[in-house]
């Protein structure tokens, strides 16, 4: 009976959702295992089997197994208690063992254990915070309350091998046995791993903070083990891993976390978020439903072939090729299929109004069009220059070159950008009133306070980062009559546009913020854009600022 325990330092890293999908992919495989709830103080195993093992603590489990097995007062300390061995005692742990509900042919059964009848919480919290209970899973580094001889210690390895043996004897017989271990270094963990134990994955959470914790302790875990075992027997887990660590600076951080664990990339196991997952915690590889074809059903899948194969058998080898045949072999039984058909995305489209939302604050963002975006208008513009145009942009979008005076013709394409931004900034403003805002109308007062909501918004939501320059508002009666604003880190304003000649595409953004401030304030504003140039050479953060006016009432546009 092969051994898995799941250990991390923290809470909340998913090791009882992934003891949970170990088990029932074992059983789909044909084979029978025990899982074992051992985190005393948040037993929730039984919750992830899908609501139909929420009656399992009834059954008793760990707890109400020892309670069954001690005799005299465990607050009396050890001097006056006895344990009786689990092989003489009436009740077998059969009695406390829970077999989780399954449909279907050819699967194989799955002994919960619970961690205790929890619902008559006085006796449970009275077992658990005993000194006997302590002491139990604390044999071998010392701890405790009173006397505690070499004798006794050797009494409590002996209970806990005969616990391990009784699993073995359950009927059908496992050939797995799952642990689900508390979380931090608490001498529990420690004892069970050592008596326990062919194998640990260890899940950390997916930052630098969380494994610098652990970065020194996954050699030293060795020591936990009974007998000489090779490194292989401890397999590190990512877990929660965001897709943002595959791009950009998230490379940079997997790198500093491979680093920090003197790990290679097949070394380390992810298991990536899924936002599903953190709001239900399903189980992925399914109990009463098929497996769900998602990144993270194969993840735990290769986690699970990895945990499976025998380290001894490999130590010191570099095991990627087995784990990823047994990979394929297990997708194959479990009907699962070898590619990803479902992955969780960073963002997710709003198809009322074609928009990408970021899950994390329901913010909309256009990043992942921008590339896009940029490529039509700038093949726009290309095809509506005329040759006299085209010439000007060639040296430059202002029209200077070697000094030279420049033009504030705009051209044709930037005359319809303007009017489509103009076009555009309506459109947002009417959804600003009707639908942010809920307003009966353009507002008539307090300007100042509309256009800093507006910026404000917008930066979330829309083409950059929008602000009032400091000390540019002017009012009068409430009523905005000039402004400046400023546009940060908007990718119609890239650090990098010499191509395209200096912010090509900012006659755009004039008619936006004409549009939008029209709309929302009820009257007519001209904007006037020029460039602010670079901000911040580190993050190469380029900007640029629209002056606002309000029309004379009786302007009429040119």
């Avoid at 006794?152 to 009784?166: G, N, V």
């Avoid at 069970?192 to 640990?200: H, M, S």
């Avoid at 290309?382 to 051209?411: C, F, K, M, R, V």
């Avoid at 890239?494 to 929302?520: N, Q």
């Amino acid at each position: 009976m092969r051994t898995v325990a799941f250990y991390s330092f923290k809470g909340g890293t998913g090791k009882s959702l992934a003891a949970a999908n170990m088990a029932v992919c074992l059983s789909r495989l044909g084979k029978h295992c025990a899982v074992v709830d051992l985190d005393f103080d948040c037993p929730t195993l039984h919750l992830k089997f899908e609501n139909l093992c929420d009656h399992a603590p009834g059954a008793g489990g760990v707890v109400d197994f020892v309670r069954s097995h001690t005799k005299g007062d465990p607050w009396t300390g050890w001097n006056s208690v006895k344990l009786v061995s689990s092989r003489k005692a009436q009740k077998p742990l059969s009695d406390f063992t829970y077999p989780v509900p399954q449909r279907g042919a050819d699967l194989g059964t799955i002994h919960l254990i619970a961690a205790g009848d929890y619902i008559h919480q006085e006796e449970y919290l009275a077992s658990v915070a005993s000194p006997v209970w302590t002491m139990l899973f604390a044999s071998d580094v010392g701890l405790g309350v009173g006397a505690f001889t070499a004798k006794q210690a050797s009494q409590c390895e002996r209970f806990l091998e005969s616990f391990k043996e009784q699993v073995s004897d359950l009927s059908p017989e496992p050939e797995y046995f799952l642990l689900d271990l508390r979380s931090g270094f608490g001498p529990l963990s420690r004892t069970t791993i050592r008596l326990w134990a062919d194998v640990v994955a260890v899940f950390l959470a997916s930052n630098v903070e969380s494994v610098s914790i652990l970065s020194g302790m996954l050699r030293e875990m060795q020591a936990w083990f009974d007998g000489p075992l090779t490194y292989e027997a401890v397999v590190p887990v990512l877990t929660r891993t965001p897709m943002t660590l595959e791009t950009g600076r998230g490379v940079e951080v997997k790198q500093t976390i491979l680093s920090m664990l003197s790990l290679q990339e097949d070394e380390l196991y992810y298991l990536h978020s899924d936002r599903d997952v953190e709001m239900f915690e399903h189980l992925r590889l399914g109990l009463s439903h098929m497996p769900h074809n998602c990144l993270l059903s194969h993840e735990y899948v290769r986690l699970f072939a990895r945990l499976m194969l025998p380290a001894k058998e490999y130590a010191g080898q570099d095991v990627t090729e087995q784990v990823d045949e047994m990979a394929r072999a297990i997708k194959s039984s479990i009907k699962l299929g070898q590619f990803v058909q479902w992955k969780d995305r960073v963002f997710r489209l709003e198809t009322e109004r074609g928009a990408l939302i970021n899950p994390s604050d329901n913010a909309r963002n256009v990043s992942f069009k921008v590339e896009t975006i940029k490529l039509l208008l700038h093949s726009l513009r290309e095809e509506l220059l005329t040759p006299a145009e085209a010439e000007q942009a060639q040296s430059g979008h202002d029209g200077t070159e070697s000094g030279a005076a420049p033009t504030d013709e705009p051209t044709g394409f930037e005359q319809a950008l303007r009017v489509a931004g103009a076009e555009c900034g309506k459109r947002f403003g009417s959804v600003l009133i009707n639908d942010v805002w809920r307003l009966k109308g353009p507002a008539k007062e307090n300007h100042e306070d509309w256009v800093r909501k507006w910026s404000d918004f917008d930066s979330d939501v829309g083409f950059g980062r929008f602000a009032p320059k400091s000390g540019s508002l002017r009012v009068e009666g409430g009523r905005l009559t000039s402004c400046k604003i400023v546009l940060r880190e908007s990718f119609l304003a890239p650090a990098h546009d010499s191509e395209y000649g200096d912010h090509a595409l900012c006659s755009f953004i004039s008619g936006y913020i004409e549009g939008v401030l029209s709309h929302i304030l009820g009257g007519t504003y001209t904007v006037i854009h020029e460039i602010l140039g670079y901000e911040d050479e580190q993050s190469r953060s380029e900007s640029c600022v629209f002056k606002v006016a309000k029309k004379p009432t009786g302007t009429t546009e040119t």
